[in-house]
């Protein structure tokens, strides 16, 4: 079973300052990686995913992610934060299963961006 | 378009009793997947539905089940409540089951669980 790995738990940072937020993955096959952000009492948005092609992928609200196959990682950046960026940001992995696809989600980042 | 609706949005329920949550998706969607939000637990996935039969099915106990209909609605069930399946309920749906088309994986705002 494929697992994702988010290396922080919580990342204060400060408005138009720039942010990487951190996700490892397990699998050495193919995959397709996603990242996710949560809003509060919201349900999940797609800012961005991989599924093939060029490694450095450009999503929604300014942000971008990196697929990196040596390192199995997918790390997220923005250059300038805001504060309405504030919010929880999901790594995920699509699993297959079944004859479909799961989605394998990590434990998620909290975003602070302070003024 | 509507995005996917999921009713109730909050549910307060006791132990021992069993409850019935609803996801409807984008019109068009065919395919329909649950996930279980905790913040011990994280997002794990329940199950996902595909033309009214149960495709996948995550790691959770009996009492978890699952439906959906002939216009692509599911509803979830769980029976014989405990405190611990307190969680956000997120419905998710997409054109179809194949990888690419979870590009088109949209949530809902999610049912919020309480179990008291």
């Known amino acids: 079973a494929q697992s994702v790995t988010q290396l922080d738990s919580q990342v204060p940072v400060f408005e138009e300052a720039p942010v990487e937020l951190r996700c490892n993955y397990s699998s050495s096959v193919s995959v397709y990686l996603f990242w996710y952000v949560q809003y509060p009492n919201q349900g999940l948005q797609l800012l961005l995913k991989y599924l093939s092609g060029s490694t450095l992928v450009k999503g929604i609200n300014g942000f971008e992610a990196e697929f990196n196959k040596s390192q199995t990682s997918f790390h997220l950046r923005k250059p300038s934060v805001h504060i309405s960026d504030t919010a929880e940001y999901f790594c995920a992995v699509s699993e297959p299963q079944g004859g479909s696809e799961k989605l394998v989600f990590g434990k998620g980042t909290k975003l602070t961006v302070n003024p | 378009k509507a995005g996917v609706t999921q009713t109730p949005r909050y549910l307060i329920k006791t132990r021992g009793q069993q409850v019935t949550l609803s996801c409807s998706p984008i019109?068009?969607?065919?395919?329909v997947s649950w996930y279980q939000q905790t913040p011990g637990q994280g997002l794990q996935f329940l199950f996902e539905y595909f033309s009214e039969t149960q495709r996948n099915k995550g790691n959770f106990p009996g009492r978890f089940s699952g439906r959906q209909f002939s216009n692509s609605r599911s509803e979830m069930n769980v029976s014989t409540l405990e405190l611990g399946d307190s969680a956000l309920y997120l419905c998710?749906?997409?054109?179809?089951?194949?990888?690419?088309?979870?590009?088109?994986?949209?949530f809902g705002s999610g049912t919020r669980l309480t179990v008291v």
């Open positions: 998710a749906s997409s054109f179809g089951l194949r990888a690419r088309e979870i590009r088109g994986y949209t």
């Open positions: 019109s068009g969607h065919r395919s």
